[in-house]
């Protein structure tokens, strides 16, 4: 969380970025690693990062559980998703 506002160590804010940077030059054509860092540094910086992660949540309240938060993992290998529950 407190990467969504800037925050953390920078080693930290490092592997965010460059897994932000990998992810965002996948999901869009034309996009390259580094263009995705900078887009991802841009979205901290201007607090839409934050903005989106509290629209997911306002989502997840929606469906009925406040709680419930969608974790992507991500390998070289394999990509899947698990739901975690927060009690």
Known sequence: IAMLHGDGPEDLKEICYALAGMMISLAKDGVSYEQGIEMAKEKIADGSAWEKFKEVQRYNNSIGNPNIFLIFHFSPITFHYS?????
């Not at 739901?83 to 009690?87: A, D, G, R």
């Open 83 to 87: 739901l975690f529950t927060i009690h």
